[in-house]
């Protein structure tokens, strides 16, 4: 399943509409790293998604924040199941975070994006879990009342309201459909999409390719489900995410998922192209020759041109920096230039 970084538009195309959060930052390490003692289950290949949060998480425990995503960092290029479980992995770096400080707003001070800002999801599984589901949600916008950032959308605000899609999949025990009357509860339509799409993130995380259970929300059969059985104010939020799981249900043929985002009806057209360039940029190692590559599998202007324009803002994202970006947006068909700039400028605006 080509998912390097599940969700790193994680409302991409919807944040065209509103804001987009889901992505790698600069690195940002804090403070001094301190040796930690690898345990055995990390020493051969394949270990278990278990293995990894227990170790990570002791290391914010006994130090800190910074000292476990200093660790995982240097893990990282070496190792194909940190790669493969990397977001998972921040989650947990997230919840012992919340447990060590119990608040949401100082877990967020020693925040990183790294790995498709799992780390805040994590905050916010954490936060809900030791909550409960009825204070939480008591007072759902009471919970990332203290992120600065709310009137203009900002990076850290989206990531909190999106984080609550996250812990309420926790306390509901992933079900997805209860899971989404949850995010009902918060004041205002931004609010509501990011906490969806918080919500269908999780839904294609917690499936076991990438260290959970299988989600009974997800068919092999039919790729973009739970998006066709989903409310349409629900649609945006789910299309932005669920190409990913659509390619690793057809071996990663990108022309089998444009086709089955050719059957939508406007707008979600627009953003399961969208989506699909995050996935291209993925595969692509954002770098913009696999890119142009992947979205060219595209049939039409309409489709290679979202593609694109979705790719670039996952540039963005990677590299927190319009520089790559605007490299893509020079490097693709005139007809697109402008639109794939533009998407580009709104984005890098909210950092």
């Known amino acids: 399943m080509p998912l390097g ?10 944040l065209l509409v509103a804001l987009g959060a889901i992505g790698f930052l600069a690195l940002r390490a804090r403070g001094s790293s301190r040796a930690a003692t690898v345990p055995s289950c990390l020493t051969n290949p394949g270990a278990t998604l278990g293995c990894y949060e227990q170790y990570y998480g002791s290391i914010v425990a006994q130090a800190s924040v910074a000292d476990a995503f200093t660790q995982l960092k240097a893990r990282y290029a070496g190792d194909p199941d940190a790669q493969r ?5 921040t989650h947990a770096i997230g919840r012992a975070a919340a447990r060590k400080y119990g608040d949401v707003a100082e877990a967020f001070q020693y925040g990183d994006n790294f790995c498709g800002s799992g780390y805040y999801h994590g905050v916010l ?9 009825e204070a939480l949600s008591s007072d759902l916008d009471a919970v990332c009342a203290g992120i600065p950032g709310k009137a203009r959308r900002s990076l850290d605000y989206y990531n909190c309201v999106h984080g ?3 812990g309420i ?23 509501e999409s990011a906490c969806a799409n918080g919500v269908f993130m999780e839904n294609v995380i917690v499936d076991g390719a990438h260290g959970g259970h299988y989600s009974r929300y997800l068919k092999p059969t039919e790729p973009l489900y739970p998006c066709t059985a989903v409310d349409g104010k629900y649609k945006d939020a ?9 390619l690793g249900a057809v071996q990663g043929d990108f022309s089998k998922v444009f086709a089955l985002c050719a059957k939508l009806q ?18 692509g190692l954002n770098q913009v020759p696999g890119t142009l590559a992947a979205c060219g599998r ?4 309409e489709q290679r041109s979202n593609c694109i324009i979705g790719a670039a803002l996952d540039f963005a994202y990677y590299y927190h920096s319009d520089v790559q970006a605007k490299a893509l947006c020079a490097a693709a068909d005139p007809g697109v230039r402008q639109d794939c700039l533009a998407a580009t400028a709104k984005l890098v605006g909210l950092f």
């Open 85 to 89: 479980l990397c977001h998972a992995i």
């Open 164 to 166: 609550l899609g996250h």
């Open 5 to 14: 970084r599940i969700g790193q538009q994680g409302a991409a195309a919807t």
């Open 125 to 133: 599984q954490g936060i809900a879990l030791s909550m409960g589901r």
């Open 169 to 191: 999949m926790a306390v509901t025990g992933d079900d997805l459909f209860d899971a989404l009357r949850g995010c009902d509860g918060l004041t205002g339509s931004m609010e």
């Open 238 to 246: 789910c299309l932005d995410i669920q190409t990913s799981y659509a």
């Open 298 to 301: 595209g049939t039409g202007r």
């Open 266 to 283: 406007a707008p979600y057209r627009t953003t399961c192209y969208r989506s699909l360039g995050r996935d291209a940029a993925t595969t």
